[in-house]
């Protein structure tokens, strides 16, 4: 069984997360940070309280901004990393079950597995419910990773799930943390998002590339 994360782990976002937070951030009077990279994992409301100076209450404001311009435009800039649909389609040939963990919100996570016609390989798209609630309210909630990975797992009939047959891949911490969360292993992607030395404590392994999977997954699956 193989959880997936999506922006830098399946989807190339090509500066449509990053480009299009700046321009959310200065159609609403705000400057953009350096290192936008940070924003790609987290939820964008938990990054806008941490890197920027825009007030909590019109952080729904540069949210709303920027995922309109994110659906259109944004999403046209997106592609999936090359290799990748092949692994996905081996996996799915091969019988292994397999499911999306994101931190986006669900409903915009399952529009773009559809736009990219990736559907048929996941079970299950489980995502943020709330990508913008302030993280006062505490683990559990469905904007913290482990909830979405449990969630998934919860979808999927695996809880607890075999930590010998079931993995995580992804490009950040988060990824890491809400794989660890559930005993299972988790794969770093190393073409993702990740800031350096993010993914060297954490990851059970790490793939440089996308053809590193075949190799790695391995462990875990017939493949």
Same mark, same amino acid.
């Given at each position: ?32 940070? +350096? ?11 938990? @990054?806008?309280?941490?890197?920027? =100076?825009? #007030? ?7 949210? @709303? ?27 799915? $040939? @091969? ?10 919100? +669900? ?18 798209? @489980? ?24 969630? !998934?797992?919860?979808?999927?009939? $695996?809880?607890? #799930? ?51 999977? !075949? ?6 699956? =017939?493949?």
């Amino acid at each position: 069984m193989v959880l997936w994360d999506l922006d830098g782990t399946v989807l190339d976002p090509a500066g449509a997360i990053t480009e299009g937070i700046a321009e959310a951030l200065w159609a609403c009077g705000f400057e953009a940070p +350096e290192n936008l990279e940070r924003f790609v994992g987290p939820p964008i409301g938990e @990054s806008l309280r941490r890197f920027t =100076d825009v #007030p909590e209450e019109q952080i729904p404001q540069v949210v @709303s901004v920027y995922r309109s311009g994110y659906l259109t435009e944004g999403l046209e800039r997106t592609r999936i990393y090359p290799g990748i649909g092949e692994i996905l389609q081996s996996l799915h $040939a @091969s019988g292994v079950r397999q499911a999306v963990a994101t931190q986006k919100p +669900e409903h915009i996570a399952v529009e773009v597995v559809s736009r990219f016609g990736l559907g048929e390989y996941f079970e299950t798209v @489980s995502g943020a419910s709330d990508d913008l609630a302030p993280p006062t309210s505490g683990a559990g909630q469905m904007h913290d990773k482990p909830a979405i990975v449990g969630e !998934a797992l919860r979808r999927l009939g $695996a809880l607890p #799930p075999d930590p010998a047959r079931t993995v995580m891949i992804g490009d950040r911490s988060y990824d890491a943390d809400g794989a660890r969360s559930h005993g299972i292993d988790c794969l770093g992607a190393g073409w993702g998002f990740a800031q350096p030395g993010e993914l060297d404590t954490g990851c059970a392994a790490l793939a440089r590339e996308p053809g590193d999977l !075949a190799h790695l997954l391995s462990r875990y699956t =017939d493949l």
